[in-house]
């Protein structure tokens, strides 16, 4: 089992869907999680953090369950711009981040 | 302006021709890495460095050496490049690599490696 994954999609969606992603990881121990946005060929920028208690950014809404072991991704009101690769960021031990693959969102018209 | 830079950012050479990647840091942050990116892989981890002086290795450290002498600068060594470590190399720092302090990390541009 890896130990960070994420669906890859691609998720094809219209403007104005809403759209959810998971990210599963293997260390119970894990603590530091986050959402990473990816442009084709650019750097890696952090979306949101996740916190136990789940948190709200405007459209985006990252939550963690802790007891099935993910971290979740919603996308609400989907904009042409929100096309992009999703990477989820897990802390496996001590400093070791580990990134998943990524999933692939494009946002229609 | 708060930055990570990289360079070279574009790099073709020879197989065993030692090259460094260089990184640098204007933010005083503690926690420097690289990463490496691959189609259907994601990012890799390479090597971590929590503190100067202080370089652990990651996912995939095989072929690579790092050196932490000064907190700002994080450069990656390859001594004998293979057509293997052809890639997208990302720098990143954040503030300190303490899990508890969930302190997201801020990426360099990217440098793509092509090794013949």
């Known amino acids: 089992r890896k130990e960070v994954e994420q669906d890859p999609g691609p998720f094809n969606v219209p403007e104005g869907a809403t759209v959810a992603f998971n990210c599963t990881y293997s260390?119970?121990?894990?603590?530091?999680f986050f959402w990473y946005r990816q442009d084709c060929r650019k750097e890696p920028k952090l979306l949101m953090s996740?916190?136990?208690s789940g948190n709200e950014d405007g459209r985006f809404t990252a939550q963690l369950n802790r007891a099935s072991q993910y971290i979740s991704l919603l996308i609400r009101d989907s904009k042409l711009s929100d096309s992009a690769t999703y990477l989820c960021?897990?802390?496996?031990?001590?400093?070791?981040?580990?990134f998943g693959a990524g999933t692939r969102l494009t946002v229609k018209p | 302006e708060a930055q990570v830079t990289q360079n070279p950012r574009y790099l073709i050479t020879v197989t065993g021709k030692k090259l460094t990647v260089t990184c640098s840091q204007n933010?005083?942050?503690?926690?420097m890495s690289w990463y490496r990116q691959d189609p259907g892989l994601g990012l890799r981890q390479i090597y971590y460095?929590?503190?100067?002086?202080?370089?652990d290795k990651g996912d995939v450290p095989e072929g690579y050496k790092v050196s932490r002498k000064e907190k700002r600068n994080f450069p990656l060594i390859l001594e004998s490049p293979s057509p293997n470590q052809t890639s997208l190399y990302f720098c990143?720092?954040?503030?300190?690599?303490?899990?508890?302090?969930?302190?997201?990390?801020?990426f360099g541009d990217g440098t793509r490696l092509s090794i013949l």
């Open positions: 460095s929590m503190n100067v002086e202080v370089t």
């Open positions: 960021v897990v802390n496996i031990y001590k400093n070791d981040m580990r």
């Open positions: 990143a720092s954040s503030p300190s690599g303490t899990p508890l302090s969930n302190q997201p990390q801020h």
């Open positions: 996740v916190y136990s």
């Open positions: 260390n119970s121990a894990s603590q530091s």
């Open positions: 933010m005083n942050h503690e926690y």
